[in-house]
C-alpha cells in the first residue's frame, strides 16, 4: 500500500509518522468520510470489484470510492499499517422493514488499545463505509452520540452475544448495524459481495447510490435525485448528463477520469432509463 499517497488523498500526510492516538484516528476517520465518497458505480459500469484491500486503496487513490467492503477494508489496512490495532467484523445493516442480523452485508471495525479521557476503555467503533453514517469514530461504551444531524445510539447487540448494535437516526437510511465480537477475514464476505454487486435483488443493483458525510450532514445522490440532510437541505432532480456528472466531480468529488466517454453515455442511459421507470 502506498501510505504517503493514501494520507495525502486524506489531506493528511503528517500523519505518516505520528504514534497511534485516538485524536489521529478522529482525524483520519474524519477526513476519510469527507474525501472519498460511499459509491456504487461500478455496479452500474459493469465493472466488477474484488474484495482485496489494496485493490480498493488503489481505487481510491485514483480518485474513486467504493461501498462498505472496499471503504473499510481499504481503511483498515491503512490504519494497520500506520500502526493501530484494527479489527475487522461481520456485522448485518437492518434496513427499513427488515429484521436484525449478522447478515454479513456490512463490514465494521474497531480499533483498541486508545483511551483518552473521555474514553478511558480505548475501544472505538470506525466506520467509514456507512454511507450516512458515522462522521467520526463512537467510544465502545453504550449512550447516546450526536454527531451533525444525527443522533446515534451504541449498545449491547440483542442479536449475538457479546457484540454491538449501533441505532441509526431515524433520519437515517438504515435502522441500525449489528456485529459480532469475532475478527472477521475479508474472504467471509465474498458470497454477500457477490450478491450485493450482481442480484437484482439488490439495492446496489437497483438504485445507483452516491453519499458523502461532513461535519453538518450528508449529500446523498439515489439515481438523479440530488438532497442534502442536514444544514441547508434540499432536493433536486438532474435533468441532464452534464449535471449529473458535474455533481459527482463538484458534490461527491468523483470526475470518473477513469471512465471513458462512452461508458458515461451508457451509465447515464441506464441511470436515466431508471430514472423514467422508478416516475411511471
Not at 56 to 85: E, Q
Not at 115 to 141: I, Q, R
Not at 258 to 278: C, N, P, Q, Y
Request: glycine share 12%; aromatic share 8%; hydrophobic share 40%.
Amino acid at each position: 500500500m502506498d501510505i504517503p499517497s493514501y494520507l495525502r488523498r486524506l489531506g493528511l500526510p503528517e500523519l505518516e509518522h505520528a504514534p497511534p492516538s485516538a485524536a489521529a484516528l478522529r482525524d483520519l476517520h474524519i477526513a476519510h468520510v469527507e474525501r472519498v465518497s460511499y459509491e456504487v458505480l461500478e455496479i452500474w459500469l459493469g465493472r466488477p470489484t474484488s474484495l482485496d484491500p489494496l485493490e480498493s486503496a488503489a481505487r481510491i487513490l485514483g480518485g474513486r470510492g467504493g461501498y462498505c467492503y472496499h471503504l473499510n477494508g481499504a481503511f483498515s489496512a491503512l490504519l494497520a499499517k500506520l500502526g493501530y490495532t484494527v479489527t475487522r467484523h461481520v456485522a448485518g445493516a437492518q434496513m427499513r422493514g427488515g429484521e436484525p442480523g449478522i447478515t454479513g452485508n456490512h463490514l465494521a471495525l474497531t480499533v483498541s488499545g486508545l483511551p483518552d479521557e473521555a474514553n478511558p476503555g480505548g475501544g472505538w467503533l470506525v466506520d467509514v463505509g456507512l454511507g450516512d453514517g458515522l462522521h467520526e469514530p463512537l467510544p465502545l461504551v453504550a449512550g447516546t452520540y450526536r454527531q451533525g444531524p444525527h443522533t446515534y445510539g451504541l449498545r449491547p447487540s440483542e442479536v449475538v452475544p457479546g457484540g454491538w448494535r449501533l441505532d441509526h437516526d431515524p433520519g437515517g437510511s438504515f435502522l441500525g448495524v449489528d456485529f459480532g465480537p469475532e475478527p472477521a477475514a475479508m474472504s467471509d464476505f465474498a458470497a454477500m459481495h457477490d450478491h450485493q454487486s450482481t442480484s437484482p435483488e439488490s439495492g446496489f443493483v437497483r438504485v445507483a447510490v452516491v453519499q458523502r458525510r461532513d461535519a453538518r450532514g450528508v449529500d446523498s445522490l439515489r439515481g438523479l435525485v440530488l438532497s442534502r440532510l442536514g444544514v441547508g437541505a434540499d432536493r433536486v432532480t438532474l435533468e441532464s448528463a452534464r449535471d449529473y456528472y458535474a455533481a459527482l466531480a463538484d458534490v461527491f468529488a468523483l470526475p470518473l477520469d477513469d471512465v471513458s466517454g462512452a461508458d458515461k453515455d451508457r451509465l447515464w442511459g441506464r441511470l436515466h432509463a431508471a430514472h423514467e421507470a422508478w416516475l411511471s
